[in-house]
């Protein structure tokens, strides 16, 4: 586009809305595509526009709108729908419950290309229907489709962003402690696991209280596999005093320990493991006394098939430090980002 006098934009046309306020009016006098005739000129220089932007011939230029409809093949996502253009603006909504995955390499080299900006919910982020994903648009009127071609090519089969949905899984809950399993406490785990599964699609199987034996914890978590169980939460028997078993009875069942002990607080003492394709938690006490830990941060990834590396939890002590507000916002916060 090129900015020219009024007065020598006869036949040319217009490369964006011109904006009339007259007598309570605010509105586009003139809308972009509009061929300028003669007529028009005393109007635009009542209206105070000395210089209009018109399209040049032959530019290889794209305006914001045609852009951000170019754009929006970028990240064409199952569960999702895109916002008509608005201020050549596109908006990404989910239309389901899953969780967000950004390839944030590919995204920050579509952002290097220069005039594109997409910016995003972070990386592992889960989302409710109806929530803003992303939104894309270039920052001038105009670009050149050069660069719009270049961030189609750098995204073709590849996905800059994915929404996964969340499987339904079968759960089997197991809480440790002779002084629960012996009624001498009473146990207030069981309320907390099911409020949390409760969230995902899928079923408790049960919950079974074990004393602190780990032959009685290795048959009833075996009980719970031979019934089908797709997921196993230990809790109870999860700290360092030499008879807190919970850890060993896990590794005695044969599941591989990604990590005892993550950076997280609240949470640092949980266990991630996993018994062939069966995820399996240990859960500590801090579940049962704070509103959000690690637990919650464990079970959106867990729920949408994704498999923990160690060095995927060993990033979360960047943002792994909770803030103890006094209302929880999770997972609008900090907390839990990596």
Not at 44 to 67: P, Q, S, T
Not at 191 to 210: F, N, Q, S, T
Not at 225 to 232: I, M, P
Not at 284 to 297: E, I, K, N, Y
């Amino acid at each position: 586009m090129k900015k020219i006098r009024v007065e020598e934009a006869v036949g040319k046309t217009l490369c964006h809305d011109l904006t009339e306020m007259k007598d309570g009016f605010k509105g586009a006098a003139y809308k972009r595509g509009h061929v300028i005739r003669p007529e028009d000129i005393p109007h635009m220089l009542d209206m105070g526009k000395r210089y209009v932007f018109v399209w040049e011939e032959n530019a290889g230029e794209i305006h914001e709108e045609e852009a951000a409809l170019r754009l929006e093949g970028l990240a064409k996502v199952p569960g999702t729908r895109f916002t008509a253009p608005s201020e050549g603006k596109v908006v990404l909504l989910a239309e389901k419950a899953g969780m967000l995955r950004v390839d944030t390499a590919l995204l920050e080299a579509v952002n290097s290309l220069g005039d594109i900006t997409i910016a995003t919910l972070p990386d592992h982020y889960p989302v409710l229907p109806g929530m803003r994903l992303a939104s894309m648009r270039i920052v001038p009127l105009v670009t050149k489709e050069a660069q719009i071609r270049d961030a189609e090519e750098m995204c073709r089969g590849k996905k800059l962003l994915d929404l996964l949905s969340y499987r339904p899984l079968k759960a089997g809950v197991l809480i440790t402690g002779s002084e629960i399993y012996h009624g001498r406490v009473r146990d207030r785990f069981e309320p907390v696991v099911r409020a949390k599964l409760g969230k995902y699609p899928g079923e408790i199987m049960g919950v079974k209280i074990c004393d602190d034996d780990e032959e009685m914890l290795l048959k009833a978590a075996r009980e719970f596999l031979a019934a089908g169980a797709d997921l196993l939460v230990f809790s109870g028997g999860m700290s360092v005093d030499p008879d807190d078993l919970t850890p060993a009875a896990i590794r005695a069942l044969g599941c591989e320990v990604v990590s005892y002990g993550v950076p997280s607080q609240p949470g640092n003492m949980s266990l991630v493991a996993y018994l062939g394709n069966i995820p399996v938690l240990g859960v500590p006490g801090a579940a049962v006394s704070m509103p959000t830990t690690l637990f919650d941060v464990l079970l959106p990834q867990i729920y949408a098939g994704v498999r923990f590396t160690r060095q995927e939890l060993r990033s979360l002590g960047d943002g792994g430090l909770c803030q103890l507000c006094g209302e929880c916002h999770f997972p609008n916060c900090t907390f839990g980002r990596y």
